[in-house]
């Protein structure tokens, strides 16, 4: 039996002015499966990103993110939908400089609503799972940026989302620091079923993705491998 799709997007097109970025974009991520997106800057890659998890509108097709279709939501809708549904790891961490490592995970506990009991106790527990429970109470600025990575990651997967949208997760981290990341991310995405859609540049990330796709001039062309 195939695990059920986390993300469908179908057809997509998006245009900024008279210049088409997407053409069609057609893909679809099951749960627990994890996809790379690899292609030049300018390819589309990051507008593709933001189509998925509603920031950025899109002129026709569909986005089916876990069941639920951007279009028949609005606005308030797809905040709901990006705080319960997706968790987000990005290159330059995005973390809130004056929290403290357990805070940052803990944030978007808060965003849900959960009580502050059951939302430091998971946070603690993420934290223990990415090797960083012994510095919970550090706030960024102390932290390497393998250190930085690991936290973000714990804290994508605070809110238990079907989807990570990975942008380029690597890109600021030594080889050693950027394995430890991506066994982590393979190894939550096994254990949770949650799907990863990867945008990057590096090869040595798609190591952890069974499908391997290019975008050029705004079009996903066939798998890699």
């Keep these: 039996m195939k695990p059920p799709l ?10 900024f002015g008279p210049v088409e970025v997407l053409h069609g974009v057609n893909l679809e991520v099951a749960a627990g499966e994890r996809v790379a997106l690899m292609g030049r800057s300018g390819s589309g890659k990051s ?13 026709r097709g569909e986005v089916v993110v876990d069941g639920q279709a951007l279009s028949t939501i609005n606005e308030t809708g797809a905040e709901a939908m990006r705080r319960e549904k997706i968790g987000y790891v990005f290159q330059s961490f995005h973390l809130l400089p004056t929290l403290t490592a357990l805070e940052n995970v803990e944030f978007p506990g808060q965003l849900l609503g959960l009580p502050p009991r059951e939302r430091i106790d998971r946070a603690r527990e993420l934290l223990q799972l990415v090797g960083l429970g012994h510095r919970e109470g550090h706030r960024p600025a102390a932290l390497s940026g393998g250190e930085r990575q690991r936290v973000a990651l714990a804290r994508a997967v605070m809110n238990r989302p079907r989807l990570i949208l990975a942008d380029e997760p690597t890109g600021s981290l030594d080889l050693a620091s950027g394995d430890q990341v991506l066994d982590l991310l393979e190894r939550v995405s096994i254990d949770a079923g949650i799907a990863v859609l990867i945008v990057t540049h590096d090869t040595n990330t798609t190591r952890i993705c069974s499908r391997v796709f290019r975008m050029q001039d705004g079009r996903i062309l066939e798998p890699a491998q």
Excluded: H, M, W, Y
């Design 6 to 15: 986390a993300l469908e997007v179908e057809q997509l097109r998006k245009s």
């Design 47 to 59: 507008t593709l990103l933001n189509c998925i998890c509603g920031i950025e509108p899109f002129d």
